[in-house]
C-alpha cells in the first residue's frame, strides 16, 4: 500500500503528517518505510536523520536509475523506531526538478523503483514537496492513495481546486487507479471561525471523504520534530499525539475497508 501525503501549499503539515502516519504505523507492528521526497528534508529530520551526514538519498536512486533492488536497500536506513524504516533526502534533491526534466520516462522513475521493493513494506508513506512538479508527480504515479492535509485559512481552499485538478490529470493520464484517501484538516483551532468554516467547506465538496479526526493546533508537534522525533513516539498527554493516533487508526480502517 503506498500513500503520498500531499498539497501543494507550503506549510499546511504534509511532513507532520508523513512522519507521525509513518510512525503510528511502525508502532502497531506494520513495515512502514517512509519516503522523503522533499530537498528541506523535513520527514527525515523528523525522525532522527542527520541528513547533512547522509553518504546517498533518494535523490540518488531518482539520478541514477538504480531499479536494481541491492542498490534500492542500500540507501534505505533503518530508524530507531522499531519496523519504520526511510529512504531519506537531503539539499541534493533541489536538483532533481531540473536533472529529472530531460530522462526519458520522468514521470514513472519511482514508481519504477518501489516495484523492485514494495513486497518488503505493508505500507510505503511519501512525504512530497510544496508543489506540483516531477517529484511530487513521481510521487503520484507511484501511490495507490493520496491524502490531502488541509490547514484552515483563506487561501486553501483555492489551492485544493489547483490540487484537485492536478490528481484528475495524472489518474487520467498517468495512474489511473489513484484514489484519493481522504482529507485531513490540521492545525485547527476549535476557537477560530476560519477552522470552523474550512471544515464544513471542505465536508461539503469532499463529503465522506473528510477524516473524522482533525489534528488540533498543538506547539508540542514542532517541539518533537524540533527534537527529531515523531510525537506517536514522544509525549503521549498531548493533543497531537491524541489526534494522530486517531487519524492513525481512521487511515488503516478505511485503507481495509477498501481492500
Ligand atoms: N497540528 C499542529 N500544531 C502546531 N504546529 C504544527 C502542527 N502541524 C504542523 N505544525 C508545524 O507547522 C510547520 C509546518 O508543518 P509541516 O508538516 O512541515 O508542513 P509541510 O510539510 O506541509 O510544509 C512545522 O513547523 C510543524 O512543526
Ligand atoms: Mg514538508
Given at each position: 500500500m503506498i500513500i503520498s501525503i500531499f498539497?501543494?501549499?507550503?506549510?499546511?503539515?504534509k511532513s507532520t503528517t508523513a512522519i507521525n502516519l509513518a510512525a503510528y504505523l511502525a508502532k502497531h507492528g506494520k513495515k512502514t518505510l517512509l519516503i522523503d521526497m522533499?530537498?528541506?528534508a523535513n520527514s527525515t529530520v523528523g525522525v532522527?536523520?542527520?541528513?547533512?551526514?547522509?553518504?546517498?538519498?533518494v535523490y540518488d536512486l531518482l539520478n541514477n536509475q538504480e531499479f536494481d533492488r541491492e542498490n534500492i536497500l542500500k540507501v534505505i536506513i533503518e530508524t530507531d523506531y522499531p519496523k519504520l524504516h526511510i529512504i531519506p533526502s537531503d539539499?541534493?534533491?533541489?536538483?532533481a526538478e531540473i536533472t529529472l526534466?530531460?530522462?526519458?520516462?520522468r514521470e514513472t522513475i519511482l514508481k519504477r523503483i518501489l516495484e523492485q521493493i514494495k513486497?518488503?513494506?505493508q505500507y510505503i508513506i511519501i512525504d512530497c514537496p510544496?508543489?506540483?512538479?516531477l517529484l511530487s508527480v513521481n510521487s503520484l504515479v507511484a501511490s495507490d492513495y493520496l491524502i490531502i492535509p488541509v490547514d484552515p485559512s483563506y487561501f486553501s481552499m483555492k489551492g485544493i481546486k489547483n490540487l484537485v485538478s492536478s490528481f484528475a490529470s495524472i489518474k487520467a493520464?498517468?495512474?489511473?487507479?489513484?484514489?484519493?484517501?481522504g482529507v485531513l484538516i490540521t492545525k485547527?483551532?476549535?476557537?477560530?471561525t476560519i477552522s470552523k468554516d474550512i471544515k464544513e467547506t471542505l465536508i461539503n465538496s469532499f463529503g465522506e471523504k473528510v477524516f473524522n479526526t482533525v489534528i488540533r493546533i498543538d506547539s508540542k508537534i514542532e517541539y518533537s520534530q524540533d527534537n527529531g522525533k515523531p510525537i506517536i513516539s514522544f509525549y503521549e498527554k498531548c493533543h497531537g499525539f491524541e489526534d494522530y493516533t486517531a487519524f492513525g487508526g481512521e487511515v488503516v480502517k478505511w485503507v481495509t475497508q477498501k481492500i
Open positions: 498539497n501543494q501549499k507550503g506549510g499546511c503539515g522533499d530537498s528541506q532522527g536523520i542527520d541528513d547533512e551526514e547522509l553518504t546517498s538519498s539539499i541534493n534533491l533541489a536538483n526534466s530531460s530522462l526519458m520516462s513486497d518488503i513494506y510544496p508543489s506540483l512538479g493520464n498517468l495512474n489511473p487507479s489513484l484514489e484519493i484517501l485547527f483551532n476549535g476557537r477560530k
